[in-house]
């Protein structure tokens, strides 16, 4: 086995993000075991993977959303598929259009402002579109395009260095608010009245929430980005403008319980073990191996944490000096041992990678076996269990 020799001060300095790594803790294994150049390579590499991707999973997302609606797909409640903002997250058929209604509203567009943490320039552009809490739209700005070469009316920079002159995520929000809804406007004039937000990231948050595969650990990440004072970081690591209320009602409630709140809304506490698409399998395995089985297959081979491990586990301390100092970034969860070995129970890593549903919650401390399984899959291509 390689001697890991990174550690917290190899980061460079004008990485902005730096003192967020050790929250982010498969890019922080990333870069322990192979240098922060390696992180820099995927991001590099990334442009010709994105579409691809996003349109497999998006569209994905809206022809199950419409398969449900139209009661073509039956028992719901064991089909999951991703979030619409963000499309990062896993949702129950079943619960998609009430939990969307409830947290963004009847008609809403939101556009993700993903930042390049080394550059700082706006690195993609992905908007989505929901009507009546049912998701139907999606469309991307990709790193290349034009676009992004606009000058801003009144700032008089290129819209893709925004980032570099405009301090904090929220006012970086603002100065693109106006021009993107214009842009909205254009595209899809039919939805022209209606409600616009902008959730704005640096794409270490989005790479870290992406590599996650519990359903319950990628919700309560999203409680840490939001969460910079807690931690004694200088801003969001990614945020909404405006805010959606509820969402800003229930990070006020801590950790633990935004991730029950969240989890609740999603998947009724149920555990789902996020899957992993082609594109993505082919892209890491052809480009990125030893990325695939250090993050991804060892997350399988070492367990999942239940839902209990993940509401109970202690985090690093940022808010102290002495843990950058001491290099004390260690995620302290209560038994490792109890982590759910989806292989045990009999599943391959193929099945895996299509997703698993559990029905395991929050109070499960029992072993689990593979009598808790519920459905296997994706969207409308889910295989139901039981």
Same mark, same amino acid.
């Given at each position: 086995?390689?001697?890991?020799?990174?550690?917290?001060?190899?980061?460079? =300095? %004008?990485?902005?993000?730096?003192?967020?790594?050790? *929250? $982010?803790?498969? &890019?922080?294994? !990333?870069?322990?075991?192979?240098?922060?150049?390696?992180?820099?390579?995927?991001?590099?590499?990334?442009?010709?993977?994105?579409?691809?991707?996003?349109?497999?999973?998006?569209?994905?997302?809206?022809?199950?959303?419409?398969?449900?609606?139209?009661?073509?797909?039956?028992?719901?409640?064991?089909?999951?598929?991703?979030?619409?903002?963000?499309?990062?997250?896993?949702?129950?058929?079943?619960?998609?259009?009430?939990?969307?209604?409830?947290?963004?509203?009847?008609?809403?567009?939101?556009?993700?402002?993903?930042?390049?943490?080394?550059?700082?320039?706006?690195?993609?552009?992905?908007?989505?579109?929901?009507?009546?809490?049912?998701?139907?739209?999606?469309?991307?700005?990709?790193?290349? =395009? %034009?676009?992004?070469?606009?000058?801003?009316?009144? *700032? $008089?920079?290129? &819209?893709?260095? !925004?980032?570099?002159?405009?301090?904090?995520?929220?006012?970086?929000?603002?100065?693109?608010?106006?021009?993107?809804?214009?842009?909205?406007?254009?595209?899809?004039?039919?939805?022209?009245?209606?409600?616009?937000?902008?959730?704005?990231?640096?794409?270490?948050?989005?790479?870290?929430?992406?590599?996650?595969?519990?359903?319950?650990?990628?919700?309560?990440?999203?409680?840490?980005?939001?969460?910079?004072?807690?931690?004694?970081?200088?801003?969001?690591?990614?945020?909404?403008?405006?805010?959606?209320?509820?969402?800003?009602?229930?990070?006020?409630?801590?950790?633990?319980?935004?991730?029950?709140?969240?989890?609740?809304?999603?998947?009724?506490?149920?555990?789902?073990?996020?899957?992993?698409?082609?594109?993505?399998?082919?892209?890491?395995?052809?480009?990125?191996?030893?990325?695939?089985?250090?993050?991804?297959?060892?997350?399988?081979?070492?367990?999942?944490?239940?839902?209990?491990?993940?509401?109970?586990?202690?985090?690093?301390?940022?808010?102290?000096?002495?843990?950058?100092?001491?290099?004390?970034?260690?995620?302290?969860?209560?038994?490792?041992?109890?982590?759910?070995?989806?292989?045990?129970?009999?599943?391959?890593?193929?099945?895996?990678?299509?997703?698993?549903?559990?029905?395991?919650?929050?109070?499960?401390?029992?072993?689990?076996?593979?009598?808790?399984?519920?459905?296997?899959?994706?969207?409308?291509?889910?295989?139901?269990?039981?």
């Amino acid at each position: 086995m390689r001697k890991i020799t990174h550690n917290y001060g190899d980061i460079p =300095d %004008d990485i902005y993000t730096k003192a967020y790594s050790p *929250l $982010g803790k498969h &890019l922080w294994r !990333i870069f322990k075991e192979f240098g922060y150049q390696k992180i820099l390579d995927m991001v590099e590499a990334s442009p010709d993977y994105m579409y691809p991707e996003l349109k497999e999973r998006l569209d994905q997302t809206i022809n199950t959303a419409k398969a449900i609606f139209d009661g073509k797909l039956p028992n719901p409640e064991k089909v999951v598929s991703y979030f619409l903002f963000p499309p990062v997250v896993s949702i129950r058929g079943d619960l998609n259009q009430g939990t969307m209604k409830l947290l963004f509203g009847e008609s809403t567009d939101v556009t993700f402002i993903v930042i390049n943490d080394y550059s700082r320039e706006i690195f993609f552009l992905l908007n989505c579109h929901q009507e009546d809490g049912i998701p139907v739209d999606w469309w991307l700005v990709h790193p290349s =395009d %034009d676009f992004l070469d606009r000058r801003h009316m009144k *700032l $008089g920079i290129k &819209l893709r260095k !925004i980032p570099q002159k405009v301090a904090g995520l929220n006012k970086i929000g603002q100065a693109l608010m106006s021009l993107l809804k214009d842009v909205r406007n254009e595209r899809t004039p039919q939805w022209a009245q209606s409600a616009y937000q902008a959730g704005i990231v640096y794409g270490s948050a989005m790479a870290n929430v992406l590599c996650e595969r519990s359903s319950f650990e990628a919700f309560s990440f999203l409680w840490d980005g939001l969460n910079h004072k807690y931690y004694n970081l200088p801003d969001f690591w990614f945020c909404f403008t405006p805010w959606p209320p509820m969402i800003k009602n229930f990070l006020m409630l801590g950790r633990k319980q935004f991730g029950l709140k969240l989890n609740g809304l999603s998947l009724q506490h149920q555990l789902y073990v996020q899957g992993l698409e082609e594109t993505a399998i082919s892209w890491l395995t052809e480009h990125f191996s030893e990325v695939y089985n250090l993050v991804f297959k060892r997350q399988i081979d070492e367990g999942i944490p239940r839902p209990i491990d993940t509401l109970e586990c202690q985090l690093p301390d940022l808010a102290k000096k002495s843990t950058y100092d001491n290099q004390d970034f260690e995620w302290k969860y209560k038994d490792p041992s109890k982590f759910i070995k989806l292989l045990d129970l009999g599943l391959t890593y193929e099945q895996i990678w299509k997703g698993v549903l559990l029905d395991v919650n929050h109070e499960t401390t029992e072993e689990v076996t593979r009598s808790n399984l519920l459905s296997i899959g994706l969207g409308i291509h889910t295989e139901v269990i039981k």
